[in-house]
C-alpha cells in the first residue's frame, strides 16, 4: 500500500510536530551549553582539561596519534 501523493509536502500537521521537536532540541542543547560555559571550571580551563582525562573517553586505533604502523 502506497502512502498518499503529498506532492512532495509533508501535511501541516506532520510538518509542525517535526519543527517543534527540532526546535526543542535545539533549545536544550543551546541553555545547557549556556548554563555550563558560565561556570567556573569552564572559564578557567580546568573542565577542558579533565573531560579527556575520566577514563570514558578512549582513543582506539587508527584514530590515535603513534598508532599508526609501517
Not at 500537521?13 to 517535526?18: K, L, M, P, R
Not at 521537536?21 to 542543547?29: D, E, Q, R
Not at 561556570?39 to 578557567?44: C, I, K, S, V
Given at each position: 500500500m502506497r502512502p498518499p501523493d503529498t506532492g512532495?509536502?509533508?501535511p501541516s500537521?506532520?510538518?509542525?510536530?517535526?519543527l517543534?521537536?527540532?526546535?526543542?532540541?535545539?533549545?536544550?542543547?543551546?541553555?545547557?551549553g549556556w548554563y555550563k560555559i558560565q561556570?567556573?571550571?569552564?572559564?578557567?580551563g580546568t573542565a577542558l582539561y579533565y573531560a579527556p582525562h575520566t577514563g570514558n573517553v578512549t582513543c582506539?586505533?587508527?584514530?590515535?596519534?603513534?598508532?599508526?604502523?609501517a
Open positions: 512532495g509536502r509533508w500537521s506532520q510538518a509542525a510536530v517535526h517543534a521537536v527540532v526546535f526543542l532540541a535545539i533549545a536544550v542543547y543551546s541553555s545547557s561556570g567556573p571550571r569552564w572559564q578557567d582506539r586505533p587508527p584514530y590515535c596519534a603513534g598508532s599508526v604502523t
